[in-house]
């Protein structure tokens, strides 16, 4: 098999072909396959389990899916509609951690955790603008003390959870370099800085481990290093950010010090195409997207 190697996706496109990319800094192959019958109707985010599946929200059908990583079907659905534990209302963020999967129920203004089995086993938070309490939460993130991040959307901030109380707050409505609008997805890295994709303002903005503001990247635009109200971000082992560039329909890597690395992808429908992309994530230098208005998770090889 030589270096266009075949690489699938689950969506709507119904035919074998691959695409060249033109990128900054690195190029990919891909390829686009029929799904089964039980197709996505949007996925939104996606999260690997330790056990190496692929979990993926989606939010027209209210519910999240387990798939296999290497053939992408799908193996399990869960969820159904409504505001009872186990249901869910337009879900988004998802973490599929040793604990279970945390899933951001983002109308429901909330967050639910479920076993494997798919049982709601527990829930935090209502509706409200008090802490502990979301208006429409949309990114999740657990860092390596067992924090949660939520990215409060509509609150225009980032909640730190410990043992499902609130332990922290960062941010509020607002232009200023530590104020947001609309955040939809935060990380931590190593050294403990918090990273938060500030979507209306197009930036991803850092925080250190006392939550103090120190740097920010990005501005609201169409050229590389610009954003266009991101809705998701990864980042990988060497702690390069990945970000979901959704209203340029575009993926784009930035260095750990904010450099423009990588910018991939147009909008469209064809194999490296996207129709407002909205996560990501990487595993063995393979890139999952969720193609969102594509209703397909693309997975695409970075050439070394």
Request: hydrophobic share 35%.
């Amino acid at each position: 098999m030589d270096r266009r190697e075949f690489i699938k996706t689950i969506g709507v496109a119904g035919v074998f072909s691959f695409l060249g990319s033109a990128t900054v800094g690195a190029s990919f192959n891909r390829s686009v396959s029929t799904i089964p019958k039980e197709g996505l109707r949007g996925p939104f985010h996606l999260s690997f389990s330790p056990e190496g599946d692929l979990y993926v929200t989606d939010p027209s059908n209210y519910a999240f899916s387990r798939l296999d990583i290497s053939t992408l079907k799908l193996l399990d659905s869960f969820g159904s509609p409504g505001s009872q534990p186990g249901h869910l209302n337009f879900p988004k963020g998802i973490h599929a951690g040793s604990e279970g999967v945390y899933v951001v129920d983002t109308i429901n203004c909330r967050v639910q955790l479920f076993n494997k089995e798919g049982k709601s086993i527990k829930v935090i938070g209502t509706v409200g603008s008090i802490g502990g309490t979301f208006a429409h939460p949309q990114g999740i993130f657990q860092d390596a003390y067992g924090r949660l991040l939520v990215a409060d959307t509509r609150n225009h901030r980032v909640q730190i959870f410990s043992y499902s109380q609130v332990i922290g707050v960062i941010g509020e409505l607002g232009d200023a370099n530590d104020q947001f609008r609309l955040p939809t997805a935060c990380a931590v890295r190593k050294n403990g800085d918090i990273l938060v994709l500030d979507s209306k303002h197009g930036s991803i903005k850092i925080f250190d481990k006392d939550y103090h503001f120190k740097d920010l990247f990005g501005a609201q635009g169409r050229e590389p290093g610009m954003f266009n109200l991101p809705q998701g971000m990864y980042l990988d082992q060497e702690e390069n950010i990945w970000v979901a560039d959704t209203g340029n329909h575009r993926i784009q890597k930035l260095s750990p010090d904010g450099k423009t690395a990588t910018v991939f992808g147009k909008e469209g429908s064809g194999p490296g195409e996207f129709n407002n992309p909205t996560g990501l994530a990487i595993s063995n230098n393979i890139i999952f997207v969720a193609d969102n208005g594509n209703r397909r998770i693309q997975k695409l090889r970075q050439d070394q």
